[in-house]
């Protein structure tokens, strides 16, 4: 098994790839250097001329206000709306005739819409909500596939100052209900059915399980995707197309104030209970900067990130950037091999895409199918390369450069989080590369690698990530939880945002990024924490303990392995493996299934009674132990 990811791999790789004269040519930002160094002297004067390249209704008082640090504020008193940016700026110009979104399902059917019918959907929805009682800060969760819809179901949201919250489609009825819940959703988006490897998924009959007895649940919105043939509960249920048809195509925005919140995600921290990342309107000012000047914008591209919307990836960059940016964002139900291993340089060549954005899993699934299947196919139109969601290891960004970007495109591998909004540690395309490391900081952001003092460790060492000063497109909160928010992110390493990744810095002051130092294990870059898988484990009856560690994996990156003990009498069988995996996936959902189990007498833990994963994993990957001294026995 190759060691991915690990510093030794990385330390190894010293070759640079310089941009070709063509790239240099074309950058937004040609000289990289003096930019950061201009950025890093004035950085609020940095966030302050990017936010003027977006429209506001009210001008902001101040840039930055830190006097409740860490519930940090940005452009106070600037009134603004993100869907404005994304579609109201383009009607009546050019753009609004512009393809804003390709479309394509599982089974190959295409749809396109021009920014003046995606506004006009936009509307209409916006309106439907409104119809359904939806009022300003109220919270909506979309349950929905890679579908116009869910970029519109966001989109109508923002619009009216709803607060939308995606669910990942491939989450368990119960991971949904405990989301919903948590927000108290008044509405919930779904669809009749999804789709996926010529599967179709029972969305909405996994929504009635979520919801029932739900005490927030007003309406459910139904997309009708295969006819609509589910069961409606009269006075709850409603179809999207009933709710819309007859809705006016206009809808006035809601002038909002830069801090009003835009959407809740939640992602996975260190104990079982998922943490609702809160984003707000102004948030859009990042990430319209990051995804301008890394992607490299220019006017007629069409952009394709295989992302899903269910994470930050399809929030910040398949839906708000590329609207912001008025180009042509590629949306996809299925998956990139499916159903052939070309599936995805088919859709490339035909739909000419000229930038790719997608996450090192992929690239090493599409590795171990060989270059054969890239290789038939006119990648011609492709200009840059991106890379999200875990660290690529060098071989796998090789091939990518080579097969993929055929020696011309320069990789943008993007390190930043559900947390962060935006890209934070992010080549820019006139920089030269390493393989396997995201380079620098983005203009304006600083970032270090410390040790548990805060204090910077030398060049080489591996440390903790660390993010010196805040940005706009942070995370404000943790819905319902300020405490969690200062403690995860502000308390350990006071002064800082801890990341919760290690890394180090390179001679070059180059970030390569190893991995989460927390119990996050991210599995084919789907982040999911090692509690909370856990504690669907110990759900089971016959279990009565269990550690879950992350193991590397040659195309996943990481999967996860389970101790576990059983209770007393209950004797360790394959029937009970399967059973377990079947708990894990009915509480959390297939990407949370664990490769491995193993039935152990004992886990190592401290002497309060932690189990202490660390050894697990050491023992497991037969490393060194370290420090044993907290061990109980
Ligand atoms: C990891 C995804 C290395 C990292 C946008 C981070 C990466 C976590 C990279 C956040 C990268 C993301 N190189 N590691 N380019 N991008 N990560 O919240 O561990 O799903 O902390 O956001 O993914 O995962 P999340």
Redo the contacts with the bound molecule.
């Keep these: 098994m190759s060691k991915l990811g690990t510093t030794e791999v990385l330390l190894n790789e010293k070759k640079l790839y310089k941009p070709s004269a063509k790239i240099l040519k074309n950058a937004k930002v040609k000289q990289w250097k003096a930019v950061q160094a201009k950025a890093k002297k004035d950085p609020l004067k940095f966030w302050d001329d990017s936010a003027k390249e977006l429209e506001w209704y009210a001008p902001w008082k101040q840039t930055f206000d830190d006097s409740n640090a860490p519930f940090f504020k940005w452009f106070v008193g600037g009134k603004c709306n993100i869907a404005h940016n994304c579609l109201d700026r383009w009607i009546g110009t050019p753009v609004e005739n512009k393809t804003a979104i390709i479309w394509e399902s599982d089974a190959g059917n295409k749809r396109k819409m021009t920014y003046k019918e995606l506004n006009r959907a936009v509307c209409k929805f916006a309106n439907g909500l409104k119809f359904l009682k939806v009022k300003k800060g109220d919270r909506v969760a979309i349950y929905l596939q890679n579908i116009p819809e869910t970029a519109i179901a966001m989109l109508a949201c923002a619009k009216i100052g709803a607060v939308h919250s995606v669910v990942y489609a491939g989450f368990s009825a119960n991971a949904l209900r405990e989301r919903i819940d948590d927000q108290r959703a008044k509405i919930l988006i779904t669809s009749d059915v999804g789709h996926r490897r010529g599967k179709v998924i029972a969305m909405k009959e996994l929504c009635d399980k979520a919801i029932s007895g739900s005490q927030s649940i007003q309406h459910v919105i139904v997309v009708r995707q295969d006819g609509g043939h589910v069961p409606m509960k009269i006075n709850r249920d409603i179809f999207y197309d009933a709710l819309t048809d007859t809705q006016p195509s206009t809808c006035p925005t809601e002038v909002m104030d830069s801090e009003d919140p835009l959407f809740i995600l939640y992602?996975s921290g260190t104990t079982a209970k998922p943490k609702g990342v809160v984003h707000v309107h102004g948030y859009m000012v990042g990430v319209h900067k990051t995804f301008q000047w890394v992607m490299d914008i220019r006017g007629d591209e069409t952009y394709w990130c295989t992302a899903d919307p269910g994470?930050?990836?399809g929030h910040s960059y398949i839906v708000y950037a590329p609207f912001m940016s008025g180009i042509t964002t590629v949306m996809f139900e299925g998956v990139p091999d499916f159903p052939k291993p070309d599936r995805i340089w088919k859709m490339i060549e035909k739909y000419e895409v000229n930038i790719l954005y997608t996450a090192p899993t992929l690239v090493r699934a599409l590795m171990s199918y060989g270059e054969k299947w890239p290789d038939k196919y006119k990648l011609k139109s492709l200009r840059l390369l991106g890379?999200?969601?875990?660290?690529?290891n060098p071989e796998a960004w090789r091939w990518y450069y080579k097969h993929v970007g055929k020696g011309k495109c320069q990789i943008m591998?993007?390190?930043?989080?559900?947390?962060t909004g935006m890209f934070m540690i992010t080549p820019l395309p006139s920089m030269p590369l390493k393989a396997g490391s995201?380079t620098l900081p983005f203009p304006g952001i600083e970032a270090a690698v410390v040790d548990e003092n805060g204090k910077k460790v030398p060049v080489g060492k591996g440390g903790f990530l660390v993010i010196k000063t805040p940005w706009p497109s942070m995370l404000r909160t943790l819905f319902n939880n300020p405490e969690r928010y200062v403690d995860t992110y502000w308390n350990k390493i006071p002064g800082y945002y801890l990341?919760?990744?290690m890394a180090h810095v390179d001679k070059d002051g180059y970030f390569w990024?190893q991995?989460?130092s927390d119990d996050v294990i991210?599995i084919a870059g789907h982040?999911i924490g090692n509690a909370e898988i856990e504690s669907a484990i110990v759900s089971h009856k016959s279990v009565a303990e269990a550690g879950v560690i992350g193991k590397p994996h040659p195309i996943k990156g990481q999967c996860a392995k389970a101790f576990v003990i059983l209770n007393r009498g209950v004797n360790p069988n394959d029937k009970l493996v399967n059973e377990i995996k079947r708990t894990i996936r009915s509480k959390l959902g297939p990407i949370a299934v664990v490769d491995e189990i193993e039935f152990v007498e004992k886990l190592p833990k401290t002497r309060s009674g932690k189990i202490m994963r660390r050894v697990l994993k050491a023992q497991e990957l037969g490393e060194d132990l370290g420090d044993t001294s907290g061990l109980a026995d």
Aim: charged share 25%.
């Design positions: 992602t994470w930050i990836t890379s999200v969601g875990e660290p690529i591998d993007t390190w930043w989080q559900t947390e995201a990341t919760g990744d990024i991995g989460r991210k982040r």
